[in-house]
């Protein structure tokens, strides 16, 4: 059975193939309503199904947006990528996320790859892209949105909760339960300075302790994102003599690894230690104890990000701080803290 064409629609419709091209594409040009009645009545009768790689040629956009994450295997990073999936359905686009692993050479392949297939946009987070995805950036003269991290290296718009602010809620809580001071389970030794969300939890932490007069020396841990590594760095901190009564942790999957580890050194939670993560997955309201973590709103931020990469017309040419759009951040109070 040979192929229907746009050609075939506009013969059976009666008018021209731009005609067919702009019902399809619902512009450039408008259409009088008679007219495109003919062409959908056209296009149902000979069950034409439009070419979108043509279409993406002819337009040098696709119905795409990439994603690129550092590690889909993390709740946080699924959740996020689930919600953008979502939105961008309800733009009629969807999503191919690619898995950075925390690496600049996979970061950059993948926005070769993404950007090569002309996607209409892309929403990057990254742990602070090199100079040649800045590079890469620029030289295809792509819709760039920063979610969830709002590095240095590309000036874009980023959309991003107040990571500082939500750490200091978590941390004031843990202190007012009377505990002499918290500690931080922090991020690795690379982990960016400046713009990074695990940074800003640190700072908030920081600022936290430092207004309350409690010192901070020595009480800043580093460990990996993930609950699998950050269960054995919390096994050596709460094994020690110096047992901290109290952890802020930068990630819940950091915190499910504190809770597993405390657990197997017979630590009640939260009697013998009090604990505290920051994102709110899923998972935070059933860990054993339920565990205080601080929130954002990741429907928002993801209706935000998939906006913007999409609308010009919402991308403000102005200051930096101008194109950072900021969610506020929530206390999430459940049993691991202490409360009751």
Not at 36 to 65: F, H, N, W
Not at 67 to 82: G, K, S, T
Not at 174 to 200: K, R, S
Request: negative net charge.
């Amino acid at each position: 059975m040979a192929k229907v064409t746009r050609d075939d629609v506009a013969r059976l419709a009666g008018t021209s193939t731009a005609v067919v091209s702009y019902v399809i594409n619902n512009g450039p040009r408008p259409v009088a309503p008679a007219t495109r009645e003919r062409v959908l009545a056209a296009i149902k009768e000979l069950g034409y199904r439009p070419d979108r790689v043509a279409q993406a040629m002819a337009s040098r956009r696709t119905d795409l947006i990439g994603m690129i994450v550092p590690d889909a295997r993390q709740p946080f990073f699924a959740e996020m990528a689930h919600a953008v999936e979502r939105a961008a359905a309800d733009r009629g686009k969807m999503v191919l996320v690619g898995n950075s692993d925390y690496r600049d050479d996979r970061e950059v392949h993948y926005l070769r790859a993404f950007l090569g297939m002309r996607v209409a946009g892309l929403i990057l987070v990254s742990q602070g892209p090199s100079e040649r995805a800045a590079l890469e950036i620029e030289a295809w003269d792509a819709r760039v949105v920063l979610l969830h991290e709002r590095p240095e290296a590309i000036d874009d718009v980023a959309v991003v909760t107040d990571d500082i602010g939500g750490a200091q809620l978590a941390t004031r809580h843990l202190l007012e339960h009377g505990h002499a001071y918290v500690a931080c389970l922090g991020g690795v030794e690379n982990t960016p300075a400046v713009g990074d969300p695990v940074a800003d939890h640190e700072e908030g932490w920081r600022r936290a302790m430092l207004e309350s007069g409690r010192s901070v020396e020595g009480r800043l841990f580093q460990a990996p994102y993930n609950r699998y590594d950050a269960y054995q760095v919390a096994l050596k901190i709460l094994s020690g003599p110096d047992r901290p009564p109290a952890i802020f942790c930068s990630t819940d999957d950091q915190a499910i690894g504190v809770l597993r580890a405390a657990r197997e050194l017979r630590l009640d939670v939260p009697g013998d230690l009090a604990v505290a993560g920051f994102d709110d997955v899923k998972e935070a309201a059933l860990t054993d104890p339920p565990l205080t973590t601080v929130s954002s709103d990741r429907p928002a931020m993801a209706r935000a990000a998939v906006d913007l990469v999409l609308d010009d017309g919402l991308r403000v040419a102005g200051s930096r701080r101008e194109r950072v759009k900021q969610f506020p951040s929530a206390l999430i109070v459940r049993r691991s803290c202490g409360c009751g």
